[in-house]
């Protein structure tokens, strides 16, 4: 069983920055894919960030194209997520996944973090 999780939430205003790091447990961690998605309210869990397990390939949504960047250290099993330039639309829980398929949605992903929360004040 894989656990995952998420720290590094807070409230922020329009323009700062964050990090997010999610932390997993098991030995399988650099063998897998890890993801980044968020939930506002009142909306559906949507794709924020994807890494494959050697950091080879990276997925982005549109909407935060240029201003998230996701990396991961496997010695360390972490992924983070460092949020630039944040906007009041970026505020959501933030949930880290595990396992799963590079740019898929959240069906396609095994694990999941308990979310940490984004707040953006504008």
């Known amino acids: 069983q894989v656990r995952l999780v998420e720290s590094g939430g807070g409230l922020v205003q329009a323009g700062d920055s964050l990090r997010l790091s999610c932390a997993a447990s098991?030995?399988?961690?650099?063998?897998?894919?890890m993801g980044w998605f968020r939930q506002a309210p009142g909306k559906e869990r949507e794709r924020v960030a994807a890494i494959s397990w050697n950091g080879g390939n990276t997925y982005y949504a549109d909407s935060v194209k240029g201003r998230f960047t996701i990396s991961r250290d496997n010695a360390k099993n972490t992924v983070y997520l460092q949020m630039n330039t944040l906007k009041s639309e970026d505020t959501a829980v933030y949930y880290c996944?595990?396992?799963?398929?590079?740019?898929?949605?959240?069906?396609?992903?095994?694990?999941w973090g308990q979310g940490t929360q984004v707040t953006v004040s504008s």
């Open positions: 996944a595990g396992k799963g398929l590079v740019g898929g949605s959240p069906n396609d992903w095994d694990y």
């Open positions: 098991g030995r399988t961690f650099s063998s897998y894919a």
